[in-house]
């Protein structure tokens, strides 16, 4: 196997690991305080960190090319941001 591939897939996975880590202790956080915000700032986490890997996935096993891999990416980044500003507003 290729260096950068496997390079790629062990930061995919921390970075899975990570976001997972972050989104739970949101969560967390607002089942202890009941803070609105800090549920949609979990969730936003949370599609942030579950989108890199779906795109990640979709590109190795789908045979999307990087450029759509990117955009894809990108965009549910994106959404992930929408979500946890929609949450910080909601304080």
Do not use: D, W
């Amino acid at each position: 196997m290729n260096l950068p591939i496997v390079l790629l897939v062990v930061v995919k996975i921390a970075a899975l690991v990570l976001g997972g880590i972050v989104s739970l202790m949101a969560y967390r956080s607002y089942k202890r305080t009941r803070i609105p915000g800090l549920q949609f700032f979990a969730v936003g986490l949370a599609v942030i960190t579950l989108g890199t890997l779906l795109v990640g996935v979709f590109h190795h096993i789908g045979g999307a090319s990087v450029t759509v891999g990117m955009l894809l990416e990108s965009v549910i980044i994106c959404l992930g941001f929408v979500v946890m500003i929609y949450g910080l507003k909601q304080t």
